[in-house]
């Protein structure tokens, strides 16, 4: 006699048809994200399929500036969308929480037992999908960089002017790093004043082209002298000086510099502003000490070509 297998039941049938659902839509996400879509569209999917699947469920994506926020972050979503009940799960970017997945009922009634883990696979997919746009970003900016250097490399060996190079470097730098405001300073040790040789301000310049300064007037070059490496003033708040607070009045907020250095001296610097209440990116000094080489090298060639042309002048004297 033969043995038939039992039926299940009509929960166990639920229960898998939820499972072969869900793992549908993370699927169709998963192929968002292989195909590298633009972030726009992995985040809207990820919020209409986490909502199709939680019942009685509205999925928002939360992102934070602060980790230790997110609590709060997830409880201002609840109550900004009327009901109580709200699960959030975190979306953990390179070791640092992102923000989080936040599922909120559209009823008086609870979220259905498991949401936080069918919302965890949705974040696990947002992470590897910021995670590869951000990869992405970086190689873009590297290679905008590679190529600004380029550039520049090919006028210093053409044997430019450093005025032309200085040019192009406030102009480059001021694109790649996404700032309206760069500057050009030389230095004079024998008088400690810092001279402003160029800068891409246009109609928001705090001083001229040729100002002169002290050195506790300019709290970037300050930095630079005393360690001879790239550094970052966060807060001009309290900066002295006429031109600091000209700077403030203009509505510029951080800024950063890197020294130029020829013959193991400081010859002056180039400094980036950010505008109020920005947050210039870690690394932006870095970056500009790359320019900072090329500049130099164009002083170099210049004060080589003048020795040059005096030993060729005092031996033709001679």
């Not at 869900?22 to 972030?39: I, T």
Request: charged letters at 20%; aromatic letters at 4%.
């Amino acid at each position: 006699m033969s043995r038939q297998s039992p039926r299940m039941s009509a929960e166990t049938t639920e229960t898998l048809n939820q499972v072969l659902r869900e793992e549908a839509a993370l699927r169709r996400v998963a192929m968002l994200v292989a195909d590298e879509a633009p972030q726009a569209a992995v985040f809207e999917a990820v919020s209409a399929e986490a909502s199709g699947l939680l019942a009685r469920a509205q999925v928002q994506i939360a992102c934070v500036d602060d980790p230790a926020e997110l609590d709060k972050t997830i409880a201002r979503i609840a109550a900004n969308t009327g009901p109580a009940c709200a699960v959030g799960v975190p979306i953990v970017v390179g070791g640092r929480t992102w923000g989080a997945l936040v599922a909120v009922s559209v009823t008086a009634e609870p979220l259905a037992a498991g949401s936080a883990a069918r919302l965890a696979g949705f974040s696990q997919l947002m992470a590897s999908a910021i995670a590869s746009g951000q990869a992405r970003e970086e190689l873009r900016g590297l290679a905008e960089q590679l190529g600004a250097l380029r550039r520049i490399a090919t006028l210093v060996a053409d044997g430019a002017e450093p005025k032309a190079v200085f040019t192009a470097v406030a102009v480059e730098a001021a694109r790649i790093l996404g700032v309206g405001a760069v500057a050009l300073l030389s230095y004079d040790a024998n008088s400690g004043m810092f001279t402003k040789i160029f800068g891409t301000h246009r109609d928001r310049a705090a001083a001229p082209d040729g100002t002169c300064c002290l050195v506790w007037e300019c709290p970037y070059g300050a930095l630079v002298l005393a360690t001879g490496r790239p550094a970052r003033v966060d807060d001009w708040t309290h900066a002295p000086g006429p031109i600091a607070a000209r700077y403030r009045e203009l509505g510029y907020g951080q800024a950063v510099a890197a020294p130029i250095i020829i013959d193991g001296s400081i010859w002056g610097c180039i400094g980036a502003y950010g505008e109020a209440g920005e947050i210039l990116p870690a690394g932006c000094e870095t970056r500009l000490a790359d320019f900072t080489h090329l500049i130099a090298a164009a002083i170099s060639n210049v004060q080589a070509r003048q020795a040059r042309d005096e030993h060729r002048s005092l031996a033709e004297s001679q």
